[in-house]
């Protein structure tokens, strides 16, 4: 999505919409979660990205807002079934407004080369979640993967009518974590011939980098609770005043 004007004219409540507030991390208590939540609101983000569990707390401090709930399933590694993967998107979609689901691939096989197993598994998660008017955000975890396997999984997301391709779960352990990197966010929006949004996720922590991607043209990012207040130049108390 090509923005109007440059980045850097935004407002912050512009810029705001293009987050995707990651609520993710395992140890956090019912407190860290809806402090974090409240911040994500009160700035403005598109969506709060949270935990399964989470649901319960967070949907309700939602409800009235501009800020949507954004639900990782399978996360953050993707290996369950597929029968599985329905059975949670199901769940989650039937018993709860989600604006976003975001799926993890199964990139071991993506990187495989088995792309009809991968196009099958994401199209049968998408599938359920448009049931309900849920959009599907495919993670493929791209510091695991060439850019040429970059490229295959995002042409895969295409053919099984995802919404959004996505980089990274932001959780990866078998090497560097690199994240949004220009040249992931290229290739994938390359591969995906402007049939599929594109979400920039993993190590989005300064504003530099982040108004980048947005004059790249990237339409969603996923952003740390740490790192949103950077990336808008903006304090929560100052977004509050905002209104």
Do not use: W
Request: hydrophobic share 35%; with cysteine; net charge negative.
């Amino acid at each position: 999505m090509k923005p109007t004007k440059k980045a850097a004219e935004m407002t912050v409540r512009e810029l705001a919409r293009y987050i995707d507030q990651s609520v993710l991390k395992p140890e956090f208590t019912v407190d860290d979660i809806k402090r974090y939540s409240q911040e994500g609101i009160d700035f403005g983000c598109a969506t709060i990205c949270i935990n399964p569990s989470s649901l319960p707390i967070v949907a309700p401090m939602v409800e009235g807002t501009d800020t949507g709930l954004c639900v990782v399933c399978d996360f953050p590694f993707g290996l369950s079934t597929t029968e599985s993967k329905v059975r949670q998107a199901e769940t989650y979609c039937s018993q709860y407004t989600i604006e976003d689901l975001d799926i993890v691939a199964n990139y071991g096989r993506l990187r495989s080369g088995d792309l009809d197993y991968v196009t099958a598994d994401i199209r049968a998660v998408v599938e359920a979640c448009h049931k309900h008017g849920t959009k599907v955000k495919v993670i493929i975890e791209t510091d695991a993967l060439t850019l040429e396997q970059v490229a295959a999984g995002t042409r895969c997301a295409v053919a099984a009518g995802a919404d959004f391709i996505k980089s990274s779960t932001g959780f990866f352990t078998g090497g560097e974590q690199r994240g949004a990197t220009t040249e992931v966010i290229r290739a994938m929006m390359d591969a995906g011939e402007g049939k599929i949004a594109v979400k920039g996720s993993g190590c989005i922590r300064t504003r530099e980098h982040f108004l980048e991607l947005i004059d790249m043209g990237i339409d969603r990012m996923g952003v740390g609770f740490r790192s949103t207040p950077v990336v808008l130049d903006c304090t929560v108390e100052d977004a509050r005043k905002l209104g």
